[in-house]
């Protein structure tokens, strides 16, 4: 089968930096990715990383280590329209993609 | 700017009615997907489509069918819906870029009610 696990929130304050980790299992591994959600929207893409290490987009990072099947998303210098649902996703052989159950993040002011 | 739109953002059923929710993009995708999104449960994968005329089951097929005839279609089917089918149902689209990143565009949701 196949998995993903990722808390069901966090608490951060506005202007600190935050990481919300995800670990997976699967078969099958292509690369991972995260996506956004706001309250009523629908999911929007953040990030992807196929291969091991830091991939960083303004005051997004996402990180990949495949062998510990593990990854995160570092958000920096907080801003509260942050708050939001965050979901890790994995891509696999057979371009499924499959979501976790979703992180979400409170910011506090 | 890619476009995925779901042709209803709400609906109220009656338990036992056949339900269609249809989606069309206009990014050329060979990729679709239906996914059912429930509190504390995440989005789960129902069908995808990689090609016209093709499908594979998701996670959760079970009472649902889907239809595409065109590329840019990709129709979600309750044959005989019921109440635990009340959901939020995203629609999703993407090139066929294995192994190179597949970014999925969604669409804004069709949030279903059967009564």
């Known amino acids: 089968g196949q998995s993903l696990e990722q808390p069901s929130e966090v608490t951060a304050v506005e202007g600190a930096i935050v990481q919300i980790n995800c670990t997976y299992q699967?078969?099958?591994?292509?690369?991972l990715s995260w996506y956004q959600q706001h309250d009523g929207g629908a999911p929007t893409f953040l990030s992807y990383n196929a291969l091991d290490g830091l991939e960083e987009t303004g005051r997004f990072s996402s990180f990949l280590s495949r062998s510990d099947s593990y990854g995160y998303l570092l958000l920096q210098e907080l801003q509260m329209k942050d708050s939001a649902s965050y979901f890790c996703?994995?891509?696999?052989?057979?371009?499924?993609?499959?979501f976790g159950k979703g992180t979400r993040l409170h910011i506090l002011p | 700017d890619v476009k995925v739109t779901q042709s209803s953002r709400y609906l109220v059923k009656r338990t036992g009615e056949k339900v269609f929710l249809e989606c069309v993009q206009d990014?050329?995708?060979?990729?679709m997907f239906w996914y059912r999104q429930d509190p504390g449960l995440g989005l789960r994968l129902i069908y995808f489509?990689?090609?016209?005329?093709?499908?594979e089951k998701g996670d959760i097929p079970e009472g649902y069918s889907v239809s595409r005839e065109k590329k840019e279609r990709f129709s979600l089917i309750l044959e005989s819906a019921s109440t635990n089918q009340t959901s939020m149902y995203l629609c999703a689209s993407s090139f066929y870029r294995r192994g190179l990143g597949n970014t999925i565009y969604f669409g804004e949701g069709s949030w279903l009610t059967v009564v």
């Open positions: 489509s990689y090609d016209v005329k093709m499908k």
């Open positions: 699967t078969s099958g591994f292509y690369g």
């Open positions: 990014m050329d995708h060979e990729n």
């Open positions: 996703a994995v891509l696999n052989r057979d371009d499924k993609i499959i």
